[in-house]
């Protein structure tokens, strides 16, 4: 309500004036929820406010509001040399949303194109989140090369599915991998394939062409895996200060990383449900919308336990990690979680050639090979599902390699 930031009646009342009066508290209890602090959230509704009014001066309703209203008052106040900050058109955009999630303003009907290449590249993304559970990061990844294809193709002749060749698809990948790097010819290749199998899913080809496409050249295993020692973990996990609450926010998230091996956008994702407190146990959203259970160690259920009592604050959200600054929403990326990594190491003064949050997935595998773990047991803990993804880690134990290596002609061992 608008009362938990002005205490005055007179200033309360002038709010409820308007053709916004009416939906002003649930916006202010909106931003109290989010932990907006009580003079930011004055800040807002005074520009709200002065919304309203320009809306009543030129004969408008609540349900008038737009993004093209939206420009004309901005340029009002651009022309009385007021005009809006950055944070002031964020309030804005963020005040129309709450109008339309409360059925107050309409919500604009998409544009969506009418072609048939448009259509395509949309059910082409349809299928990747609904029948193959890709994440969001990956589906752009994957549109962005289709639709380089489709381009290219359709510079012969209409696009027709059904007459897409194999010939088509490798004369693609060799134009692609003369512009582009090894890694993003890899992608392109992906890419090409799941596009493929899209279309012998639709029906729109006889036959799967996934398999005809060129393989980029890989010589992956011919490094070993980048990792850290559990000296170098433990200088990391100490580099956080416990007594703040985005310190403890940190060493929880670099734990469980180091602890349990996740990926970042399995961090991400987490919610308070996902912690089975009595079991031990705790629910992974990986990959392809898969959910598995792992143990729960005890070190790291203290500092969940510490993380979530004390320093996480209340809000709507049920996101395990949050922002620790309004408005309180969950991570809206993985890149947040390296990002807390990168930090960390260089506070620890750590240089390792990767800098990623997957450092610490690599490390817990490393080293657990190196105490006398199998690849098997590597595998289960990553929850790898094929066999080729742990064969990276058959080579960390060098002292084992070493009594298997042939000896070479003039050299003692």
């Known amino acids: ?46 520009l709200l406010r002065e919304l309203s009014r320009w809306l009543e001066r030129q004969r408008l309703e609540a349900a008038d509001l737009n993004e093209k209203r939206l420009a004309e008052f901005a340029r009002e106040r651009s022309r009385r040399r007021r ?105 392109t290749v992906s890419a090409l394939r799941s596009f493929c199998q899209f279309l012998r899913f639709r029906g729109d080809l006889k036959h799967d062409l996934s398999s005809a496409v060129l393989t980029v050249p890989n010589w992956r295993l011919t490094s070993l895996p980048k990792s850290l020692t559990p000296n170098e973990v433990r200088r990391l996990l100490r580099q956080c200060d416990q007594r703040t609450a985005t310190g403890q926010r940190n060493f929880t998230i ?55 009592r004390r320093w996480r604050p209340p809000c709507t959200t049920r996101r395990l990690f949050i922002r620790l600054k309004a408005p309180f929403r969950g991570f809206s990326h993985s890149e947040t979680v390296s990002s807390i990594v990168r930090r960390a190491l260089a506070r620890a003064d750590l240089r390792p050639p990767t800098t990623g949050a997957h450092l610490l997935r ?37 002292n084992a390699l070493r009594t298997v290596a042939p000896r070479w002609p003039g050299v003692r061992r």
């Open 254 to 308: 670099l734990l469980i990383l180091a602890r349990l091996g996740l990926r970042a956008k399995e961090i991400v994702l987490m919610t308070l449900d996902d912690v089975d407190w009595e079991a031990g146990e705790i629910i992974v959203r990986g990959k392809g919308l898969r959910r598995e259970r792992m143990p729960l160690p005890r070190d790291v259920g203290r500092a969940l336990a510490m993380h979530v």
């Open 83 to 187: 005009p809006l900050r950055g944070g002031n058109r964020a309030t804005l955009v963020h005040f129309l949303s709450h109008l339309r999630k409360v059925g107050v303003a309409p919500t604009p009907i998409p544009r969506l194109p009418r072609d048939a290449k448009s259509r395509l590249e949309r059910a082409f993304v349809e299928y990747l989140a609904r029948e193959r559970g890709v994440c969001p990061a990956t589906i752009d990844n994957y549109l962005h090369e289709v639709c380089r294809f489709l381009a290219y193709r359709c510079t012969r002749g209409v696009l027709s599915p059904s007459r897409i060749r194999a010939k088509d698809l490798n004369a693609f990948v060799l134009r692609r991998a003369q512009k582009v790097g090894a890694k993003r010819a890899k992608l």
């Open 362 to 398: 690599f490390t817990l595998a490393t080293n657990l090979l190196r105490r006398g773990g199998s690849l098997p047991e590597v595998a289960e803990l990553l929850r790898h599902r094929h066999p080729d993804t742990t064969a990276l880690y058959a080579k960390v134990d060098l």
């Open 1 to 46: 309500m608008t009362a938990r930031f002005f205490k005055h009646p007179r200033a309360i009342e002038r709010f409820q004036r308007g053709p916004l009066g009416a939906h002003m508290d649930g916006f202010a209890e909106q931003l109290f929820e989010q932990g907006y602090a009580r003079q930011y959230g004055r800040n807002k509704l005074w």
